[in-house]
């Protein structure tokens, strides 16, 4: 399995943007679909954005498209996902994934996935 540490969160206003970093170690990440979701309290954790190993394929929730951005650079080893006119409601823990390549039809889905970060934080406040 492969490592991931995320980071990048914060506290931010509506409106404001922020970019969280998914650090891959242990594993080249181009072996691997990478995905964020997001567990607000007392909410299920939920999709967010995906990306398969070569970057040429997105997906995004229909919560935070237009305005979540995700990429990555496998030479880094690194998956950013880049947030805009942030809400209040996308106040949550935010967790990277990461599942090897052949899983991508389901990459919308927990399961797919084999390795976790442990989350950052961002909170929007109003």
């Known amino acids: 399995q492969v490592q991931l540490v995320e980071s990048g969160g914060g506290l931010v206003q509506t409106g404001d943007s922020l970019r969280l970093s998914c650090a891959a170690s242990g594993r080249t990440l181009s072996a691997y679909d990478m995905g964020w979701f997001r567990q607000a309290p007392g909410k299920e954790r939920q999709f967010v954005a995906a990306?398969?190993?070569?970057?040429?394929?997105?997906r995004y929730a229909d919560s935070v498209k237009g305005r979540f951005t995700l990429s990555r650079d496998n030479a880094k080893n690194t998956v950013y996902l880049q947030m805009s006119s942030l809400k209040p409601e996308d106040t949550a823990l935010y967790y990277c994934?990461?599942?090897?390549?052949?899983?991508?039809?389901?990459?919308?889905?927990?399961?797919?996935?084999?390795?976790w970060g442990q989350g950052t934080q961002v909170t929007v406040s109003s």
């Open positions: 994934a990461a599942t090897p390549r052949g899983e991508w039809y389901r990459a919308n889905f927990e399961v797919a996935y084999d390795s």
């Open positions: 990306i398969n190993w070569s970057a040429d394929s997105t």
